[in-house]
């Protein structure tokens, strides 16, 4: 019901924005109604690239039905509705639940369905019944008169990338979500990852119980490890990524280490550090994820690593007031600040998109 195509082209701006990348689009059909009397229905079929789960993709969906203007009855049968939004095949996986059945348990007897999703998926293979979707439909006897409508649906195009960059860092307090953003950044846009080794450092437990006895140590050994990381990974340059993106800058060590040393200690890691500093590869930029105080404490404490339970408020504001001071002194580096306080990007990929358009205007031009 409504102007059929323009819902269908809303539907797809939606589906980019709130669950996915849209990796294909099928052409347009026209086709009558199916199972009752009623107006002619227009079909497609869409791939698309998602993180979240089978089930929460249809929440999802049901929102954007609902918010095109579906309402749903009690009524058994079939009626004209302004958009109806189904999840075909989920991978090649095989779900049963009291909301979601995948493959969908018709799909295979309509002609309606198949034949849009044969121009995206025609050799994909239904994971019960094991044939191809064009197999399927080769097969199907249905007589149906249907017919591609010469408007074609687009798929929302990005209007960012990261082409310009060779090198990303992104900063942030602990919890503030860097490595899960470098991470969705590298899978969206084919980037090398560097992610930070901390899992794997013996003294932080021991840090977080005795930050007198063990501050050294600590710092010591993440610089060490961070300056043979970086230069590692950035020396090795890999020709089927386009840039690299990492979740830290070596330029943390000396900002925790200010925080966590005495003065002594801290005039001679100061001059370890800009021995091995220079040595580098720099940033082309540098984001600083802006967290609260309040948001980063619920973070760190529901993703539960145990050492991490006790850290105190007024230390995770130091290490803001830090990284601020810091960034305030950068002179030759491209930063930006980019506050995300209120935004859940991992969970809401409005959030995550509305981050990426923050970043696009300060990215350097094209060389010549």
Known sequence: MGNRFELLQTALQNIYREIGELQQVSRVYETPAWGFKGNAFLNACVAVSTRFSAEEVLRKLL????????????????????LDLD??????????????????????????????????AAKEVHPKLKLSIEKLLNQLQDNSEIKAIPEKLEIPQRSFAFKNLNYIAVEGNIGAGKTSFSTMVSQDFNAKLILERFKDNPFLPKFYEDKERYAFSLEMSFLADRYQQLTDDLAQYDL??????????????????KITLHEDEYSLYHKLFHLMYKELVKPDLYIYLYQNTERLLENIKSRGRDYEQNIQPDY??????????????????????????GKDFV????????ILEEIKPHWPPKAE
């Open 63 to 82: 929102k954007i039905e609902t918010n095109a203007g579906r309402v749903r009855s009690d009524a058994k049968n079939y009626q004209n509705r302004s």
């Open 87 to 120: 999840i075909l095949l989920f991978e090649e996986k095989i779900l049963e639940t009291v909301d979601l059945v995948v493959p969908h348990p018709e799909m295979q007897n309509r002609k309606f369905v198949l034949l849009p999703l044969t121009d995206i």
């Open 240 to 257: 089927f990524k386009d840039f690299v993106i990492s979740d830290y800058d070596v330029f943390k060590s000396l900002i925790f280490a």
């Open 316 to 341: 995770l504001m130091k290490i803001n007031k830090s990284y601020l001071n810091f960034i305030k002194t950068q002179t030759n580096m491209k930063v930006q600040i980019i506050d995300i306080s």
């Open 347 to 354: 969970n809401n990929r409005a959030d995550y998109l509305a």
